[in-house]
């Protein structure tokens, strides 16, 4: 398997455009967890998705962030209108189960730069 | 509310040497403690996870141990080598987490040829 596969690796954009990050996950894995990690805050968890559907959106910092995931195999980030303090690495992670169990995979990360 | 506490933050030993991460947690009731490893510029590797149940897990020259009543963790790192130069983070199930991961902010270890 590839592992989790992650799409742009590195966006700069200006504040205020979309920007649509993008994630496959592992072939099979039922849990996909999307995070944000910055220097002054750690590793954050947006959002995760079970069998497709959000369960759990309360790391989700406004409304500019939503994400979807339309199937088992694709999921999106997108951030409307960007601003600067978005500036971070965002993760996408995947597990075959999430309670207790197993651990997580993650992907390269997407290196987002908002100027 | 759980919290995770690591130390050092950084930590610079030569090459050879045997080494120990510390990880403590405020609340005891966990599913499992995990230890990740970070590459500068890539994702999260996991390394080894210790189930609530277990004292103990070992990989190679890598071996976490877990004591849940203190709420510490550690990670031995035995015969160190420049490869192993990473940032180590730890990382609890909580049982009253809604099934999120609580995460140490890491320890950035180098290994000096």
């Known amino acids: ?115 | 509310k759980q919290e995770v506490t690591q130390i050092p933050a950084a930590l610079s030993v030569p090459e050879g040497e045997n080494l120990v991460l510390n990880c403590s947690f405020t609340d005891s009731a966990i599913y499992n403690l995990q230890w990740f490893r970070q590459d500068p510029g890539k994702g999260l590797t996991s390394l080894l996870l210790i189930q609530s149940s277990q004292r103990e897990q070992t990989s190679g020259r890598l071996n976490a141990s877990l004591d849940k009543s203190s709420g510490r963790s550690t990670l031995y790192i035995a015969a160190s080598q420049p490869g192993d130069s990473a940032t180590y983070l730890c990382a609890v199930y909580p049982m009253d987490s809604n099934y999120q991961l609580i995460w140490g902010a890491g320890t950035k270890l180098i290994i000096k040829p």
């Not at chain 1, 649509?20 to 910055?38: A, E, V």
């Not at chain 1, 992670?93 to 197993?102: D, L, N």
Request: hydrophobic content about 35%; overall charge negative; aromatic content about 12%.
């Open chain 1, 1 to 115: 398997d590839a592992g989790v596969i992650q799409s742009p690796r590195h966006e700069v954009t200006e504040m205020g455009q979309e920007v649509t990050l993008r994630c496959k996950p592992i072939s099979g894995h039922d849990y996909l967890f999307w995070y944000r990690q910055t220097m002054m805050r750690g590793l954050e968890l947006l959002i995760y998705f079970n069998n497709n559907v959000p369960i759990d959106d309360s790391g989700m910092p406004e409304d500019r962030f939503s994400a979807k995931m339309p199937n088992a195999s694709f999921s999106t980030l997108k951030i409307q209108p960007s601003e600067p303090r978005d500036s971070a690495v965002y993760f996408c992670a995947s597990s075959y189960t999430s309670i207790g169990g197993e651990t997580q995979y993650f992907g390269p990360g997407t290196r987002l730069l908002v100027l």
